[in-house]
């Protein structure tokens, strides 16, 4: 059964760089799409990434597109999330999920496999 785990979190300050790691484990993430959602306190989740396992599909929602890029390894079993220039509003619980598909979605109900999460706050 596949688990996830979030890494690389952490406290940074505005304009600062981060890169969040998921590895999986259980089984290999070959033939999973994989999502990035955060959460800040008092919001409700949102998709910020996610990469399809068909091709090299990516999707960014608009308020990360040019600072945030995701890749994944699938020799290390590793999804990363690289995130540059950050500002306040980025603050949240970082998570990763997985679904086994070809192609990857930014809504949360599409994944079945969750991690626990990696908090990044980003203040001066």
């Known amino acids: 059964q596949l688990q996830l785990k979030e890494s690389g979190g952490g406290l940074v300050q505005p304009g600062g760089s981060l890169k969040l790691s998921c590895v999986a484990s259980?089984?290999?993430?070959?033939?999973?799409?994989i999502g990035w959602f955060r959460q800040a306190p008092g919001k409700e989740r949102e998709g910020v990434s996610c990469?399809?396992?068909?091709?090299?599909?990516?999707w960014y929602d608009d308020s990360v597109k040019g600072r945030f890029t995701i890749s994944r390894d699938n020799a290390k079993n590793t999804v990363y999330l690289q995130i540059n220039s950050l500002k306040l509003e980025d603050t949240a619980v970082y998570y990763c999920?997985?679904?086994?598909?070809?192609?990857?979605?930014?809504?949360?109900?599409?994944?079945?496999?969750w991690g626990q999460g990696t908090q990044v706050t980003v203040s001066s």
């Open positions: 990469a399809s396992s068909r091709d090299a599909t990516t």
């Open positions: 259980g089984s290999a993430l070959d033939d999973y799409a």
């Open positions: 999920a997985a679904e086994y598909a070809d192609y990857c979605s930014g809504y949360g109900y599409y994944y079945q496999v």
